[in-house]
């Protein structure tokens, strides 16, 4: 069933109730949120919790079997070619013609969105020196791994789209290229551009992202800022450092780890992080520092299950 969604222009995506079915197996179920103009969603799940999947339909290349979607205030699924000029699409694994050059091959795209020559040569060249990459006359099979995302990157920006869905952008990359590009998904922020992202670099997308989506098994298992989940998961946890001469004399209840010299144990709570500085003040010890901690993004996950 198509549904109408409500239009509103500060709202980038209002997705209602996307449901996707291959065959018998549901990979979306019932899928609903918005997500306003500027903003970096990240889009988190273990294997097959259906990221993919709902990236392809954010990005029109998949029909949901049914739900209502709108983008940038065209309803998707009545209209889905009217998403060409604002969005950018970056796949998991981009399909790169090895033996095209650079300029070749941004070219060849340029023209499949209807650029003159000189766009094309002048998107080109502040794409390629803003992404800090200077192929020369290379053959694409002949770029490195992080070059080849890069040139995936600059294709998908040169319509100037309002609106990326980048597939795993920094996967398999080495960590100074990775941060590059985490830098520059926040550049194309500050330039106002709407961008759902999903990566298994749960550190980047804590770093970047304004809004975090956790899928599970198709369904939404958590949506919201970082510091909103952090409360949802709630668990702010107390790890508590302290030294002492002879760790014999401890309450032998008291678990703790060492490491550099120095005792930790945690606590779940502040009662718990009382009964830990008494059990050492007990034992003859010294507390010498407490440091509360939020679970991480990577926790959350381990925590929601497969
Ligand atoms: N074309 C298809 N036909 C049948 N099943 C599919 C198809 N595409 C995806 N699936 C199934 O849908 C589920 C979700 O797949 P999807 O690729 O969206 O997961 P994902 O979260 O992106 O996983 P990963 O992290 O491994 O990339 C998986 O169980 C997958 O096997």
Redesign the pocket.
Known sequence: MIYPVAIRPDIMIIARDLVKD??T?R??DGVSFDLGEGEILGVV????????????ILSGLSLPTSGALSIAGTDVLRHPGALKQTLGYLP?ESRLYETMRVADYLSFFGEIYALSGDEIRRRSADLLASLSLDAGEKRIGELSKGMRRKVAIARSLLHDPRFLVY??PASGLDPMTGRFIGDYLRQLRSEGRTIVL?A?NLYQIEEICDRVMI?RR?RIEAFGTMQGLRERFGSLTYEIYFSISDPGNLDPSLAYSRAEGIYMASADDVAGMNEVTAAVAAGGGTVERIESKYPSLEEMLVAVGK
Request: hydrophobic fraction near 30%; charge should be negative.
């Open positions: 291959y065959g197996f990979a979306l799940g273990h294997n097959g919790a259906g990221k993919t999947t709902l990236l392809k998991e597939d795993e999903s298994h899928l198709g």
